[in-house]
T-cell receptor
Framework: GESVGLHLPTLSVQEGDNSIINCAYSNSASDYFIWYKQESGKGPQFIIDIRSNMDKRQGQRVTVLLNKTVKHLSLQIAATQPGDSAVYFCAATADSGNTPLVFGKGTRLSVIA | DAGVTQSPTHLIKTRGQQVTLRCSPISGHKSVSWYQQVLGQGPQFIFQYYEKEERGRGNFPDRFSARQFPNYSSELNVNALLLGDSALYLC????????????FGDGTRLSIL
């Protein structure tokens, strides 16, 4: 089955710097990937998604990169702000959403003012 | 627009008891999924429902059951509660059964004494 892992459990960045959070997945059949942000006491909040026919997608201050060759994706946050402090999860699914979302363990991002 | 709503927000039970958790999806969303999140981990898939039919089940014992109603709301039932069932239970919805992001509620925090 699928397993999803994040490379670093914690990440500290200075306010205004760019953040990069990495994630690896194991199932080569995974074709849809989502990044979520979870603040304390709340449910995961959708940030950005990417399908396997793309290798890059940009949102507001966020970019997701997908490398299917090495089964790796990353979330880049530009000009990190204190409000970006949270736990970030990547999740993967296969078969166009017909298989359950598999989450990684999460990376806690701390922004230093 | 209202997001995914879950009730209750917190619940304390003792071992051996039964619990029912409730979820109302975003208006117009027909697919509901349930996840269990233990402290320090990513959400783990329990059930997925679409159009009132079970479409997937995770690696959870038969003590866990769920259903979806004609208005697309859903209940998760857990019987014979164990200490290890203490977790945050999350509900997520999406419009249909395809590659679209799931949107999460803030969960029910279940504590077993």
């Amino acid at each position: 089955g699928e397993s999803v892992g994040l490379h670093l459990p914690t990440l500290s960045v200075q306010e205004g710097d760019n953040s990069i959070i990495n994630c690896a997945y194991s199932n080569s059949a995974s074709d849809y990937f989502i990044w979520y942000k979870q603040e304390s006491g709340k449910g995961p909040q959708f940030i950005i998604d990417i399908r396997s026919n793309m290798d890059k997608r940009q949102g507001q201050r966020v970019t997701v990169l997908l490398n299917k060759t090495v089964k790796h994706l990353s979330l880049q946050i530009a000009a990190t702000q204190p409000g970006d402090s949270a736990v970030y999860f990547c999740a993967a699914t296969a078969d166009s959403g017909n298989t359950p979302l598999v989450f990684g363990k999460g990376t806690r991002l701390s922004v230093i003012a | 627009d209202a997001g995914v709503t879950q009730s209750p927000t917190h619940l304390i039970k003792t071992r051996g008891q039964q619990v029912t958790l409730r979820c109302s999806p975003i208006s117009g969303h027909k697919s509901v999924s349930w996840y269990q999140q233990v402290l320090g981990q990513g959400p783990q898939f329990i059930f997925q429902y679409y159009e009132k039919e079970e479409r997937g089940r995770g690696n959870f014992p038969d003590r866990f059951s769920a259903r979806q109603f004609p208005n697309y709301s859903s209940e998760l039932n857990v019987n014979a509660l164990l200490l290890g069932d203490s977790a945050l239970y999350l509900c997520a919805s999406r419009p249909d059964y395809s590659n679209q992001p799931q949107h999460f509620g803030d969960g029910t925090r279940l504590s077993i004494l």
